[in-house]
């Protein structure tokens, strides 16, 4: 790909600009997701924090994860649209919403994680690997 991607929150309030690929992109079904997003899972793809440029103000919600530290989620503060997720776990990398960007149809999921909260309504790609939790580092 190689080009620059953009993208924002609903009232463009918002804008980000990432020069560079997606390390990986995914679904997740977690329970916060879930609530975050008010569906049955996030789609999501994950870019080196240097890459990513805001420009507005992020207003952000954090709190625990599985491995006990911080999940920070940026939403835009004026609509509430969720645009990002910065995990203390996994420092230097953000994960930007599919649905929040300009041209969402890149997205192309290649797991589905956290499949132990997902429920049966919420139809995913059953050719897509799946975990329980989180996909297994190396």
């Known amino acids: 790909m190689n080009s620059k991607i953009r993208g924002g929150c609903a009232c463009r309030a918002v804008r980000y600009e990432i020069a560079g690929d997606p390390q990986f992109q995914c679904q997740c079904q977690c329970s916060t997701c879930q609530r975050i997003t008010g569906t049955g899972h996030s789609d999501a793809l ?3 924090e240097g890459a990513v440029s805001i420009a507005g103000t992020l207003s952000f919600y954090q709190a625990a994860g599985d491995s006990g ?3 920070s989620r940026g939403f835009c503060p004026k609509c509430g649209s969720p645009l990002l997720w910065k995990f203390a776990a996994l420092p230097g990398l953000v994960l930007i919403t ?12 290649q797991a589905v994680l956290y499949t132990s909260a997902g429920h049966a309504w919420d139809h995913v790609d059953p050719e ?11």
């Open 98 to 109: 599919a649905g929040s960007l300009d041209d969402p149809s890149m997205f192309k999921p």
């Open 69 to 71: 530290k911080s999940v």
């Open 46 to 48: 994950g870019f080196s």
């Open 128 to 138: 897509l690997p799946k975990f329980e939790k989180l996909w297994p580092r190396d």
